[in-house]
């Protein structure tokens, strides 16, 4: 595998990463709307899985993450392809 394959293909696992911990997220936020103080840690687990087996849902994340894969992927080199990830925002949302 050459260099600038061996970089996109890290890219990827790390926005694949984003996707799930934006899915906790948003898990996060349902149980602390819907659960109140009680039982925080059984309640965010609930919406956790349910968030992550949720096809529909898993659809909607990705969506939000599409581009950055397309850009990823047409990124003419390897300096392209990580200046891509520094400007992927660390904090706020990526909307």
């Known amino acids: 595998m050459d260099r600038r394959a061996s970089v996109k293909k890290l890219l990827f ?3 694949k990463e984003f996707e ?3 899915l906790e ?3 996060l936020k349902a149980m602390l709307i819907g659960s ?3 039982d ?3 309640a965010w ?5 349910e ?4 096809p529909e849902l898993q659809k909607q994340c990705h969506a939000k993450f599409a581009s950055l894969y397309v850009q ?3 990124a003419a080199d390897e300096a392209a392809a990580l200046e891509l990830l520094s400007k992927f925002p660390t904090t706020g949302t990526i909307n």
Not at 45 to 49: C, G, I, Y
Not at 51 to 54: A, C, E, K
């Open 45 to 49: 687990e609930k919406h956790l899985a």
């Open 72 to 74: 990823i992927e047409q």
């Open 36 to 38: 109140g103080h009680s």
């Open 20 to 22: 799930r911990l934006h």
């Open 13 to 15: 696992i790390l926005l």
């Open 25 to 27: 997220n948003m898990a």
């Open 40 to 42: 925080i840690s059984a």
């Open 51 to 54: 968030f992550v087996s949720d």
